[in-house]
């Protein structure tokens, strides 16, 4: 009886392995959802993360270059068969974020978990203005505190309407 005890308890220790994953960030893009609020329409991207040391967040005191932000999303545009960056006056529209400390307090750093942006209405009704009816995608990656880079993932493409 004792040996089973130990072994449920040897099997249920097996199943709280520590995770580990790559001090560099990695996300994955997991999809789109439009949200419809009275009679305006917004757009939340989905990502999946993970980080080893969990360093992933700025604190509120983080303003000045390299820390003024940590998530980095580039518009696409389809033009002709490529998506291109959408530029305005010949710079790239970027929807640039902030993503806040998220270090857990515990011994294993390492986190998983999703990041959900959420395009304002204005950002969204911009979007609706200027690329109506248009094939657009996003270029999307985070950096950690340590300035440890993602991946980059490109979004899946979709009509703005």
Sequence with gaps: MLFVAFLITLLFAACLKEQ???VEPH???RG?????KESDTLLRLSLEFTDGDGDIGLYPSDTLPPYDYNFFIKL????GTQLNPFLVNGQPVNY??????ITPNTSNKAIKGMIEYTFDVINYSMLKVFLR????AFDVYICDRALN?????QTSPFVVN
């Excluded at 789109?32 to 419809?36: A, D, Q, R």
């Excluded at 880079?149 to 993932?153: E, G, R």
């Design 96 to 101: 640039n974020g902030r993503i806040p400390v």
């Design 149 to 153: 880079t993602s991946n980059t993932v």
């Design 133 to 136: 009816n248009d094939t657009i």
């Design 27 to 29: 996300i994955t893009f």
């Design 32 to 36: 789109y959802t439009k949200i419809v």
């Design 76 to 79: 696409l545009k389809l033009t």
């Design 20 to 22: 580990e994953y790559p």
